[in-house]
Structure formats: C-alpha cells, structure tokens
C-alpha cells in the first residue's frame, strides 16, 4: 500500500481511541448520580462493567479478569501487526475495519487497565427487548467486524486467491525449521525472563505487604498469575509458530523457484521468472531478468513461452522433488 493509504489505516486506530475516551469522559461528567433517561429508543445511563464487552467475564475473580482482559488487548496489537504484515494484498476495507475494532478494543483496555472497569452508557430498547449498557467503543468494534466479515465474504479470492497458493507448505524444510526454532527460541526466552521478573517482583511485594498473611496472600495472587501467564505465554509461543511458518514459506518459495529458474534457463528454456504476491524477496525478478537476458541468445525460444510458466506452476510440478531433496 501506498504512504497515504497506511497513515489512514493506522490513524483510524486513534480516531477511535480518542472519540471513545472522550464520550467516556463525557459520560462520567453528565450522567453521575442521574437515572437512565430515554430519548425514543435510546437511553443514556452510567455503567462502570467489570467484565468485557456487553458485561461478559465480569463472573471471573478481580486480578484474573483485570489482568487478563487488559493483556489480552495489548496482545492483540501483536495480532493486528501481524495480520497487517501478513495479508498479501491491499484491501484497505479490510484493514480499515481491523483499524476500527482494534481502536474499540484499546478503548476499553485503557478504562480497565486505569480503573478495572470500563464506562457503559448507552442503551438500546423496543417494545420487546432492551439492551444491556455498551459504550461507543463497543459500537464501533461491531462496525470492524462487519467491515472484516463482508470484505471477506466479497472480496476473499481477490484477498487469498485460490489460484495462488503453494500445496507444499514446506518448500526448503531445513531452512524453514531452523527459522521457525529461533523465533519460537527468542519468544520463549522473553516469557521465561519477563516471568521470572514479574513472578518475583509480586511475590516480595505481597510478602512485604502482608507480613502476616502472606502464604494465604500469594496463594490467592500467585495462582491465578502462574495459570494466565502460562496460558498467555502459550498462545503467544503458537502465534509466533504460525507466524514463523508463514514468513519462512513467504521465503523459501522465491528462493527455491528462483533456484529452478537458473536451472531452466542454463538449460535454455525461455520464461519469465515472477514472484507470488506477498511473498519476499522481490528483487529477484529484475536480478532473473537480467539473467535471462545474459544467458539466453537474442530470439531464442522453447517449449515455454514469457507469459505460460509462472512461478507457482513450477512450484507446484516440483513438489515430488523437494520432498526428496529435504
């Protein structure tokens, strides 16, 4: 995508951010102490939840839902750069809708994280039903999804065309394992040590606190601690798989095809060399262009033409002999 275009993904992030705390801030000033009010279907009261979105979780003891919803939200912004990376085209419906939920979502996560509860106050009725109290953070989380769900439903074989997909996902495995092992490496040596530090660092603050409850304190502290970071952890260890797995593969097809394409042009077959959408390594078209244009003499043409033989194509014919070779 273009500068432009980035600069209005990413500020989409913020707009939402700061029109959500402003409400928020809006409501706590002018709905304090007053009874809900409605204006025909919709209603204006103040709501501290405790739990999620539309009061879901709020069940879950204080420090394990404090603490989980609030990292989950920072982890999502590791999710939503990766996806950015990841997606192998524009689109920018969809990653505008991703902006859109991603802002709702820290709106919230900024509410819990400062004061373990988020700020409803808006309400929805009709004759027959009336909603629970939401924020506008929530509202604009729910125009994301539709923008993400119908970008998929109409445009997901422009997003992920069936057409351009590698069946082997394992192209060079040696190179793609090792790869993957030192991501997943480097990970899990940042949760062993940030565990390390945040374990201790609670433990000596509840046994200075509580000079003489302190085993009950971190029973009650240090367990529910130990099972969401662990859980945190291993979801953050298999994010990091996929990830590696897909930056690897996004690799080693341009390298392992343009390793075929030396060989067929030595072998004086004619075609163009060109790289998958999203993949890396780009360059390589203009370096196997110059090459093409070294080694085969002027005019000479084969069983392929320019245009027939794609990259994907010999990817595809050749799947039998990577996995011999790996």
Do not use: C
Not at 88 to 108: A, D, T, Y
Not at 116 to 122: H, I, Q
Not at 190 to 215: M, N, R
Request: no cysteine.
């Amino acid at each position: 995508m273009k500068k432009r275009e980035w600069l209005l993904v990413i500020t989409l992030i913020f707009v939402v951010w700061g029109i959500d705390y402003a409400t928020k801030a809006w409501a706590v000033y002018q709905l304090s102490g007053f009874p809900i009010r409605f204006w025909g279907p919709f209603g204006l009261v103040l709501h501290k939840n405790p739990g999620a979105m539309l009061g879901t979780f709020s069940n879950l003891p204080p420090i394990l839902r404090i603490v989980t919803l609030s990292t989950g939200g920072a982890f999502l912004i590791f999710i939503y750069s990766s996806i950015q990376y990841l997606l192998p085209k524009k689109s920018l419906l969809l990653r505008s809708g991703m902006s859109i939920l991603l802002g709702g979502i820290l709106g919230n996560v900024t509410d819990r994280i400062l004061s373990g509860s988020v700020v409803d106050f808006l309400i929805i009725r009709t004759p027959f039903w009336m909603s629970p109290a939401f924020n506008l953070a929530d509202a604009l989380q729910w125009v994301g999804y539709l923008m993400i769900v119908y970008t998929l439903i109409v445009h997901g074989e422009q997003i992920w065309p069936s057409q351009d997909t590698r069946k082997n996902i394992w192209v060079i495995p040696k190179f793609q394992i090792k790869y993957i092992f030192v991501l997943i490496s480097v990970g899990f040596g940042f949760a062993i040590i940030s565990g390390v530090f945040a374990f201790t660092f609670l433990k000596i603050t509840i046994d200075e606190l509580a000079l003489h409850q302190s085993l009950y304190m971190e029973e009650k502290f240090l367990t529910p601690f130990l099972v969401t970071y662990s859980s945190i952890s291993f979801a953050f260890i298999i994010v990091l798989f996929l990830i590696g797995r897909i930056v690897s593969h996004r690799t080693a097809g341009p390298i392992y095809a343009f390793e075929l394409y030396v060989d067929d042009l030595i072998a004086g077959k004619n075609r163009r060399f060109k790289v998958r959408a999203g993949d890396e390594l780009v360059h390589l078209e203009d370096i196997a262009e110059r090459l093409r244009q070294k080694i085969l003499p002027e005019g000479q043409f084969t069983l392929y033409s320019l245009d027939e033989v794609t990259v994907e194509e010999v990817l595809s014919n050749d799947e039998d002999k990577v996995s011999n070779d790996y």
